[in-house]
């Protein structure tokens, strides 16, 4: 077999694709492909993952998916395993498994390096593997010599494609079926394959670049993009503080510039998945190659400091009224108007006003608690076991001194508003600066760059 065999089965749908992790982004991926009409197996170490999909349970994001899921598991399309399975069948490995921040435990493609030694050892000449996960520089020509040491020739008989993941959750315009998508690949084949496959992922619309490392560059610096400028925005709001002076108006002032500025907005810090872990992995991977990476060193930092400026802040105020330390982090997502909670400043703000002696509770209208153990790994703070809510009663406010606000979701923006105006609570903290001063209220409020 050879890959130009490959390409002309991938035009059949007529190729076996294994999609390794199934997440945030494999579970769409898989969804996608499988409704279009390609065999996918789903391949997870997860076993209660794979046998609620076995037993048609979703959770969470996977909801969205519904209606795809049921009709491509009933077809066949779509199937489950912990590994893969050993075929005649050209198969195309998609890995899409977690990149976890590299300690002296663990490496960053620790799990990266795991699935595609299983693919690998399933695998046939004229397969192609690609890679979406994000990886260090140099990553994918440690692949290469991997795949090699098994017997294969890159770009002869058997492929490989870096095409790092590009997901804005939530965002209306671009979604997965029309993201543009960078990507490297061995060989013209390889590339003419991929784009059989991303036809049905987001209209192959690929741009091919010529280095695997520009591609994994590429992905670490959109989101070093993104950290910088927030974190730039996040310390403009704490010089704003020590002024005395709205950091909303500076931003929509300057906003005003119709070109060489585009606005950020202050917050309790970035989280989620990509950021701050991509920033990271260009940082490590510039010291390895002897370069270091000040900009992202000093974002990382800022981005690092911001969860523990607002808790003293919050503390000293309470002191100042003298109020309890007692407080609700409302807001438990990374983003807004989301239920993805991984990496989030709100858990961070707890975790911080735990140590200040408080007594404090999480809040949002997207907490499950059957996913409660989820969430808590995801931000690690599993020994610490916080008290997390979905409600927002007078019944609960009266227990408390503060609200900090660290996430406006649309589902309680009315109820934050009535909090505010029918005073409801002593002191609230708008992490995100949105709330308008209303002086019939008897609450306090202060925001993030308006002291």
């Known amino acids: 077999m050879n890959l130009q065999n490959t390409l002309q089965q991938s035009k059949n749908k007529e190729v076996l694709i294994e999609i390794y992790g199934l997440g945030y982004v494999g579970f769409p991926l898989s969804m996608r492909l499988s409704s279009s009409g390609f065999q996918i197996k789903g391949i997870d170490s997860d076993k209660n993952k794979i046998n609620r999909f076995e037993n048609n349970s979703l959770i969470d994001y996977e909801l969205n998916f519904h209606k795809d899921f049921l009709k491509s598991y009933k077809s066949g399309n779509l199937s489950f395993s912990n590994r893969p399975i050993k075929t005649k069948k050209n198969k195309i490995g998609i890995i899409c498994v977690p990149t976890p921040l590299p300690t002296k435990k663990i490496s960053s493609n620790k799990y990266v390096k795991s699935a595609i030694k299983e693919f690998l050892l399933c ?37 490989l494609c870096y095409c790092p993941e590009r997901i804005d959750p939530l965002n209306k315009k671009w979604a997965i079926h029309n993201i543009p998508r960078v990507i490297y690949c061995s060989d013209d084949y390889s590339f003419k394959i991929a784009k059989q496959i991303y036809r049905y992922i987001n209209r192959a619309k690929l741009v091919r670049v010529s280095e695997a490392k520009v591609a994994e560059v590429v992905k670490s610096f959109e989101n070093s993009f993104r950290l910088v400028n927030i974190s730039l925005v996040n310390e403009l709001a704490l010089l704003c503080d020590q002024l005395g002076i709205n950091i909303s108006e500076v931003i929509q002032a300057s906003a005003t510039k119709p070109f060489g500025f585009m606005p950020f907005y202050s917050s309790a810090g970035a989280g989620g998945h990509c950021i701050p872990k991509d ?71 707890i975790k911080y006003l735990k140590k200040l002696g408080f007594d404090v509770v999480g809040y949002d209208p997207y907490f499950k608690k059957e996913l409660k153990k989820k969430y808590l790994s995801e931000n690690n703070m599993n020994k610490e076991n916080p008290k997390l809510f979905n409600q927002l009663s007078d019944k609960f406010l009266k227990k408390f001194s503060c609200l900090i606000i660290v996430q406006h979701h649309r589902l309680i923006q009315d109820r934050i508003n009535e909090i505010y105006e029918k005073s409801k609570i002593p002191i609230i903290y708008d992490c995100q600066n949105k709330l308008q001063i209303n002086h019939k209220s008897h609450s306090h409020l202060f925001s993030l760059g308006c002291f």
């Open 123 to 159: 695998s046939n000449q004229g397969d192609l593997l690609i890679i979406e996960s994000s990886l260090e520089i140099g990553s994918t020509e440690e692949i290469r010599k991997v795949i090699k040491s098994m017997g294969f020739k890159v770009g002869e008989n058997f492929g």
């Open 279 to 349: 920033p990271t992995l260009l940082l490590n991977s510039s010291k390895r190659y002897g370069f270091q990476f000040k900009t992202i060193e000093n974002a990382l930092q800022i981005n690092k400091f911001m969860p523990e400026y607002i808790s003293k802040k919050v503390n000293k105020i309470l002191m100042q009224e003298n109020l309890s330390k007692s407080s609700i982090v409302c807001g438990l997502a990374y983003k807004t108007n989301m239920d993805d909670m991984r990496d989030s400043p709100g858990f961070k703000i």
